[in-house]
């Protein structure tokens, strides 16, 4: 559900801020967003960390893969 257009302005974002990123390919799911997105047409995309045990009590990320998600949120 993820606007290619808005996805190509965090990418150059991302770079114009020397924040690392990777662009993962989703073959399905959905995100919260998308309610919005196909309701009031305001382009969305999801910005996730990767995360070692995900579904699991203890979900574990590195630092840096969340100082660079914060920081790209913020610019």
């Known amino acids: 559900m993820a606007n290619p ?3 190509q302005f965090a990418a150059k974002t991302a770079k114009k801020a020397q924040i690392s990123y990777t ?3 989703r073959t399905g799911g959905g995100i919260d967003g998308s309610e919005i997105l196909t309701y009031e047409g305001i382009p969305t995309i999801c ?3 990767p995360v070692r ?5 203890y979900g574990m990320v590195a630092y840096q893969d969340f100082a660079y998600t914060v ?3 913020t610019v």
């Open 5 to 7: 257009s808005f996805q």
């Open 23 to 25: 662009r993962a390919v």
């Open 47 to 49: 910005i996730g960390i």
């Open 53 to 57: 045990y995900e579904h699991t009590n």
């Open 71 to 73: 920081k790209l949120g």
